[in-house]
């Protein structure tokens, strides 16, 4: 049984940092592309950050988190982060991690292949 469990999420003002967590189990994690996606409710789920498994982890972000944001994976710890620096309102979403097994992934939500449950994530202006 796949599981992606999600931690880290809450509250914090404008300007703050949040560190959300992933791990997983039920796959070879070295072997899955990993990802953050956020939604807000009446919306679409959008890509965040991916990081790969191979060329020592590229990392690929959405225009709006570059700079901002650090995806990052930890193979040994199966596990997955999100450092979120400088956060603004416009963050605030349910954050969820995903693994994708195909190294042609893509920035479609519907492509992924598991997800975990989401964690909340709220900033304060």
């Known amino acids: 049984q796949v599981q992606l469990v999600e931690t880290g999420g809450g509250l914090v003002q404008a300007g703050g940092s949040l560190r959300l967590s992933c791990t997983a189990s039920?796959?070879?994690?070295?072997?899955?592309?990993m990802g953050w996606f956020r939604q807000v409710p009446g919306k679409e789920r959008d890509f965040v950050a991916a990081v790969t498994w191979w060329t020592r982890g590229s990392t690929y972000y959405t225009e709006s988190v570059t700079g901002r944001f650090t995806i990052s994976r930890d193979n040994a710890k199966n596990a997955v982060y999100l450092q979120m620096n400088s956060l603004k309102p416009e963050d605030t979403a349910v954050y969820y991690c995903?693994?994708?097994?195909?190294?042609?992934?893509?920035?479609?939500?519907?492509?992924?292949?598991?997800w975990g449950q989401g964690t909340q994530v709220t900033v304060s202006s």
């Open positions: 039920g796959i070879t994690f070295s072997t899955y592309v």
């Open positions: 995903a693994a994708e097994y195909s190294s042609r992934w893509d920035r479609l939500p519907d492509k992924w292949d598991y």
